[in-house]
C-alpha cells in the first residue's frame, strides 16, 4: 500500500509540474541546467576559459562573411568589474550599462557599445552555443563591431561569470 500511495504521489506532483508551467522547453532547459550547475562545484582556468572563447567567437564571425574583433585592452577593466558586481548579486544582469557604455566610449572613441553576458557554463563552446541559440546575445555577437573584451570570473564556490563587451570603433 505504501508503494502505491507514494507512486500515485509522485504521478499527481509530475503532472501538477507539467500542467502549471508557462516556460518552453528551452527555458526550462536552461533554468534546469543553470540549477543544478548552481550546486556543483566545477574547475574552470578563466584565462585560457578568455582566449578560447574568443577565438571560438572570431572563428563563429568569420565563418559567416564577418571581420573578426579586435582585443580592447581599455574595456577589459569594465567586463571584470561587472563580473564582480554580478557575482556580488548573485545573479545575471546588464545593470548599470549605459554608464559603463560611456566610460568605455569615452576611453576608446566608441561609436557604439554593446555586451553579452552569462554564468555557469563550464566550456567556450557550451558558452557560445548559448549566445548563437539566443537572439539578442546573437545579435551582440553578429555585430557590427570591431574590437572586443572578455572577461571570465569565479565565484567562491568556483562557477564562471562571462561578460563580454562589443565595441564599434572607425
Not at 103 to 115: F, G, M, P, Y
Amino acid at each position: 500500500m505504501k508503494k502505491f500511495s507514494s507512486l500515485t504521489l509522485v504521478l499527481v506532483f509530475l503532472l501538477l509540474l507539467g500542467s502549471c508551467s508557462d516556460s518552453s522547453t528551452e527555458e526550462f532547459e536552461q533554468m534546469y541546467s543553470e540549477t543544478n550547475l548552481e550546486n556543483q562545484k566545477v574547475t574552470v582556468d578563466p584565462n585560457k576559459m578568455e582566449k578560447q572563447l574568443l577565438g571560438l567567437i572570431n572563428e563563429h564571425r568569420t565563418s559567416i562573411g564577418l571581420s573578426s574583433l579586435a582585443d580592447s585592452a581599455p574595456a577589459y577593466k569594465y567586463a571584470e568589474e561587472h563580473n564582480d558586481y554580478m557575482i556580488s548579486k548573485n545573479s545575471l544582469s546588464h545593470d548599470n550599462f549605459e554608464a559603463r557604455a560611456t566610460k568605455i566610449a569615452d576611453e576608446t572613441n566608441a561609436l557604439k557599445v554593446s555586451e553579452n553576458v552569462a554564468r555557469y557554463y563550464t566550456t567556450a563552446e557550451k558558452t557560445l552555443k548559448a549566445w548563437v541559440e539566443s537572439d539578442s546575445h546573437r545579435k551582440a555577437l553578429e555585430g557590427d563591431f570591431s574590437h572586443s573584451t572578455l572577461s571570465v570570473q569565479l565565484d567562491k564556490d568556483g562557477r564562471p561569470y562571462y561578460t563580454q563587451i562589443f565595441i564599434k570603433v572607425e
